[in-house]
């Protein structure tokens, strides 16, 4: 298989795998915001069972944004790597422009993992902070019920 074939499966299967865990993320965001807005607080008699519902999915955003910056280094690792191949196969005829342009193009796996890892982070923050909110009001509902009873 020719170096330049490798080099496509990798660039375009890591960006793929990358652009695909982007749209798990905002997926599940979504989801969780709708379900969030609609929640009713007064339909669940257990502490546990509303968080429980209240944070389905979030481990799955947390998990991706802690680690696709290590999809795109690994992303970045493989092109480097096939980037000395070819130095190595083409000594004598490479110049070092296309060295570089071949580790500048090797860089933006690590980027675009950097592109999914921020987003995502801030939006399982956000949800989090959403969460701790809603069990927050559930908790003063039931006190208030408990009080009047």
């Known amino acids: 298989m020719p170096i330049e074939q490798i080099k496509n499966i990798v660039d375009y299967g890591i960006i793929g795998l990358l652009a695909f865990l982007s749209f798990i993320t905002f997926a599940f965001a979504i989801e969780r915001i709708l379900y969030y807005r609609s929640v009713k607080l007064e339909s669940y008699s257990h502490e546990k069972e509303l968080e429980l519902d209240l944070s389905k999915h979030l481990s799955t955003i947390a998990s991706i944004g802690s680690n696709a910056p290590f999809i795109g280094l690994l992303?970045?690792?493989?092109?480097?790597?096939?980037?000395?191949?070819?130095?190595?196969?083409?000594?004598?005829?490479?110049?070092?422009?296309?060295?570089?342009?071949?580790?500048?193009?090797?860089?933006?796996?690590?980027?675009?993992?950097?592109?999914?890892?921020?987003?995502?982070?801030?939006?399982?923050?956000?949800?989090?902070?959403?969460?701790?909110?809603?069990?927050?009001?559930?908790?003063?509902?039931?006190?208030?019920?408990?009080?009047?009873?």
């Open 75 to 149: 992303g970045t690792v493989l092109a480097i790597i096939l980037t000395f191949y070819i130095i190595g196969d083409q000594q004598d005829t490479i110049n070092p422009g296309e060295i570089m342009k071949h580790l500048a193009l090797a860089l933006k796996a690590t980027a675009a993992g950097l592109v999914v890892a921020i987003p995502a982070t801030v939006i399982y923050n956000a949800l989090l902070t959403k969460v701790d909110r809603l069990l927050a009001q559930w908790e003063v509902m039931n006190d208030k019920g408990q009080t009047k009873g």
